[in-house]
């Protein structure tokens, strides 16, 4: 049982994180949804959620968004396509962070420093410039373009285009958040002991079986940080199908954003910001549960 | 059944193996050792297949092992730091050599049961490694490490981790688990009371050489070399010369004390002019106020320059004429006190001529 000066401490030390996750967090969130149930204004924004008749006090509050959300396939759908989006570029994340971050944290300490640096490398440049950049490499007129319909008329199929598709949404969005996967699977890797593969290939085990028995399983808390870090941003981002996605692109950040600023539909914005952040949290608490280290998830005594 | 023949290992310019050879029994508990950097950890590398021989040959039942990678040889090693998977029960962590193989599932399960009885942590099958102690742990890694019966079992300072009481009854675990399961051990420690109570043969190893193997008992009373002599126990190392020669003894000079007698060692021939070293074991010398000697005991008198009080005995150091200090123990058995002197105290010390050891 701690004393009181613990508890006290220990209160003291949590209001600031606490008093921010509740003014910032909180509180919106729960402006939103009261939001999501009032009509939306005649020039945007929020109608009033009241009116008082003959001195008769009336609430004027409706489902009428929520039932928008179901009637057509589009929201839904486009939920969907954001998730499988978002899925997809945390899984090839995974594909190419692992070697990288595995190859890191079994070099030679002097060097792991320099490689860790050249991952965080574009950090430097602002990531609307790098999105850019990807127009350029994307744009029908590029170099990348332009060599492979090279090969596809040689071929005589059809000429490809990169720029304004799915293809270019998701390349960009595993080169923007490749790094927030490999910096935790790197922490993750670099503490793991050695020995305990010198253990595995001393009972028995080739090389693959001490990768897929011993470091595979001890680096799955890694990448469970990482797929929260690459999934969550990518699934709510609208700036990269905005400038890359074209129509077939389009992401539910995109149409997220098209209600509160160009449709000025504050109330079934809201609607849909709810829907992401409810799924966003169910995914984060999964992956907490899952990413806690094994001997303390299941040592419980 | 194991045989290292002229294997050497060098790291740069660092000889850690120089021409090491020797011969392990069937059934044996060998143990190597040494003080840090002697190479023994090197050589138990290698035997485990961890690293390759630079020149030599390591031969298991006649066949090369040096080829082989460490998952192919029937060898199994106990790390000084466990190396339990921390992520797998202990039942998953001992059955992990047996899923290596291709045994069914149901066998594994009886043979997992089995072993867990055999190191008396039946209980604990569905634990994680980090729910136990350290002696759990070491069991467990033993377990696991002889479950699927290698030819051959290699430990590494499996006990260095653990207190002295618990080691002590780890030491007797591991000497019955030997006899009972019947696999060759080969054992690494720096612990030479660890060595002498554990193994049937010893290799005492210095500078990437074997300096002596024996059994522990020749092993302490008649060391080949001052090297074995110091490293193993407390020990008198006393500078002489020989001075003359007779069939079964030897005269010799010592600095500071003059000339006395000693037993020869068969295994040296001495001439006289020879420089030798004289080893003594200081619970071999009697020390008391006052002694009376028989016809084959030298005698001296000094005092007590010093002395450690161990509990059960006290080491005390003896300053006989011209500063030449020896250590000799006595077993504080006399009832009701503690110790029979005191720094200062005039002292006799004397031992029977078979008592020391003579090397060269």
Known sequence: ?301 | MLEIIDVSRRFGDFVALDKVSLNIQAGEFFTLLGPSGCGKTTLLRLIAGFDQVDEGEILLDGKPLTALNPEQRPIHTVFQSYALFPHMTVAENIAFPLRMTKIAKPVIDLMVREILEDVRLPDKAKHYPDELSGGQKQRIAIARALVNRPRLLLLDEPLSALDAKLREQMQIELINLQKEIGITFVYVTHDQGEALALSHRIAVMNKGEISQIDEPSVLYSCPDNRFVADFIGQCNLLDATVVSVAEKQLRISIAGLGELDVCANPEIDFAVGDTCALTLRPEKIRLAAQLDITDDEVLFSGKVHDMLYLGDVTVYIIELANGVLIEAMLANDAPGRTRLFDTGDAVQIAWHTDAGHLVA
């Open chain 1, 1 to 301: 049982m701690p004393n009181r000066a613990e508890r006290l401490s220990r209160i003291l030390l949590s209001l600031p994180p606490g008093l921010y996750l509740l003014l910032l967090f909180a509180v919106p969130s729960l402006m939103m949804l009261f939001a999501s149930f009032r009509f939306s204004g005649e020039y945007g924004g929020l109608a009033p959620w009241y009116y008082i008749e003959d001195g008769q006090f009336t609430l004027d509050l409706t489902l009428e968004n929520w039932q928008r959300l179901f009637e057509s396939d589009i929201y839904l759908g486009l939920l969907l396509k954001s998730l499988a989006y978002a899925l997809a570029t945390t899984l090839i994340c995974v594909i190419m962070a692992y070697p990288l971050a595995l190859m890191i944290a079994r070099s030679k300490k002097r060097h792991r420093d320099l490689l860790l640096l050249l991952v965080i490398l574009p950090f430097w440049s602002n990531f609307l410039v790098r999105i850019y950049a990807w127009m350029i490499i994307f744009s029908p007129q590029g170099a990348l373009t332009a060599a492979l319909n090279a090969v596809t008329s040689s071929l005589g199929l059809e000429p490809i285009t990169l720029m304004f598709s799915g293809t270019a949404v998701i390349t960009c969005l595993v080169y923007v958040h490749l790094p927030f996967m490999i910096l935790p699977l790197y922490a993750n890797l670099e503490k793991h002991d050695h020995r305990l593969l010198d253990a595995a290939q001393d009972l028995g085990a080739n090389r693959f079986q001490c990768f897929w028995l011993i470091t595979w399983p001890l680096s799955l808390p890694g990448i469970y940080a990482g797929a929260v870090l690459v999934f969550i941003p990518s699934l709510g981002i609208f700036a990269i199908p905005d400038l890359l996605g074209g129509t077939n692109g389009i992401m539910i950040g995109n149409v997220i954003k098209q209600q509160f600023v160009e449709s000025r539909d504050w109330p079934f914005g809201s609607v849909l910001s709810l829907v992401l952040t409810a799924i966003t949290l169910v995914l984060v608490l999964l992956a907490a549960k899952l990413g806690s280290p094994a001997g303390e998830n299941n040592g419980k005594k």
